[in-house]
């Protein structure tokens, strides 16, 4: 089983920054891409960033220029930089990886599957 689990939420003013990590570990051999994505009360789960093990990144236009994704393969972890963040980024900000178990892949099952992390609340608010 693969877990995540995502850390760094909280409570900041319009303008300001946070930085939320989200770690993998498990029985994992091997993992695809990495991503984050949110829902706000009354809406649909959006896409925030992806991240590829090679390290292309995907954002769509209402993060772009403020928020960055990276990630340390070594640890399995990934990491969502978020700055000058507005109110309409209030949301719980969920984990994602494409990642291979090894329960799987000795089967020689190397299709990934998704997995999810608990979810964080960012809440920006003056």
């Known amino acids: 089983q693969v877990q995540l689990v995502e850390s760094g939420g909280g409570l900041v003013q319009p303008g300001g920054s946070l930085r939320l990590s989200c770690a993998a570990s498990?029985?994992?051999?091997?993992?695809?891409?990495m991503g984050w994505y949110r829902q706000a009360p009354g809406k649909e789960r959006e896409l925030v960033a992806t991240?590829?093990?090679?390290?292309?990144?995907n954002y769509p236009d209402s993060v772009k220029g403020r928020f960055t994704i990276s990630r340390d393969n070594a640890k399995n972890t990934v990491y969502l930089q978020m700055n000058s963040l507005k109110p309409e980024d209030t949301a719980v900000y969920y984990c994602?990886?494409?990642?291979?178990?090894?329960?799987?892949?000795?089967?020689?099952?190397?299709?990934?599957?998704?997995?999810w992390g608990q979810g964080t609340q960012v809440t920006v608010s003056s």
């Open positions: 994602n990886a494409n990642a291979v178990d090894v329960k799987w892949a000795v089967l020689g099952d190397l299709g990934g599957r998704d997995y």
């Open positions: 991240i590829t093990s090679g390290g292309n990144t």
């Open positions: 498990g029985s994992i051999f091997s993992i695809n891409s």
